[in-house]
């Protein structure tokens, strides 16, 4: 993975609030595309309707389950760029220009490149804007896990998330070294860390928080 893109996002000042309007959301992604592009001669045509469309979508399923984030902001913040990176394969913004590749490099990056181009841009873009939030929010960007430079880790990812795209997100758990959940990737109530965190809150005689309904 090539997280050099996130020194840029992390430049941004308040980039939480940022990421959640549509011109900036737009922005980044298209800088991303150009960092990639730069680093691995591949290069991409966006199509800015259906990343349009990420966006709002995006937004309104973070925006459904918002209140979690007062739970565990770190892994809320983790959550949310799954549900943005499953959207994007989802909807598929990015095509790659045929003809007009020429990945030199070669390191384990570069041969996921090649395998999976658009996924590679999709990843590395949500993992850049994890690494850049916990810069600014809590001081250092979280730890990748090796298998996310594993190209056999990205063939089953690939095979996954094309039949069920929600797997985006635990797959993003894996590469961060966090506990994936296989059965519903998608429900933030179902994470380990949230589970956690409502059980430190249970155990000290508060009955969840207000607003958030308890779940088992």
């Known amino acids: 993975m090539d997280l050099d893109f996130k020194d840029?996002?992390?430049?941004?000042?308040?980039?939480?609030?940022?990421?959640?309007?549509?011109?900036?959301?737009?922005?980044?992604?298209?800088?991303?595309?150009?960092?990639?592009?730069?680093?691995?001669?591949?290069?991409?045509?966006?199509?800015?309707?259906?990343?349009?469309?990420?966006?709002?979508?995006?937004?309104e399923r973070v925006d459904a389950r918002k209140e979690f984030a007062r739970l565990d902001?770190?892994?809320?913040?983790?959550?949310?760029?799954?549900?943005?990176?499953a959207e994007l394969i989802r909807k598929a913004p990015a095509t790659v220009v045929r003809g007009a590749n020429d990945?030199?490099?070669?390191?384990?990056?570069?041969?996921?490149?090649?395998?999976?181009?658009?996924?590679?841009?999709?990843?590395?873009?949500?993992?850049?804007?994890?690494?850049?939030?916990?810069?600014?929010?809590?001081?250092?960007?979280?730890?990748?896990d090796r298998c996310a430079d594993d190209l056999r880790t990205w063939w089953s990812y690939r095979e996954n998330v094309a039949e069920l795209s929600s797997y985006a997100t635990a797959y993003l758990?894996?590469?961060l070294g966090g506990e994936p959940n296989w059965v519903a990737p998608d429900l933030v109530e179902s994470r380990a860390a949230m589970k956690q965190a409502r059980a430190i809150l249970d155990a000290g005689g508060k009955n969840?928080?207000?607003g958030l309904a308890h779940s088992g």
């Open 208 to 210: 969840g928080l207000p």
């Open 103 to 144: 990945v030199q490099r070669h390191d384990p990056a570069a041969e996921i490149v090649r395998f999976w181009p658009e996924g590679f841009l999709y990843t590395n873009y949500c993992v850049c804007a994890i690494a850049a939030l916990f810069e600014q929010e809590f001081g250092a960007a979280p730890r990748l």
């Open 173 to 175: 758990d894996r590469f």
């Open 8 to 59: 840029e996002l992390a430049l941004m000042p308040d980039l939480r609030h940022r990421l959640r309007q549509l011109r900036w959301f737009r922005a980044t992604f298209r800088a991303n595309a150009r960092a990639v592009a730069a680093h691995y001669g591949v290069r991409y045509t966006i199509d800015e309707g259906r990343l349009s469309r990420v966006f709002f979508d995006w937004v």
């Open 73 to 85: 902001r770190a892994d809320f913040i983790v959550f949310s760029a799954g549900l943005a990176l």
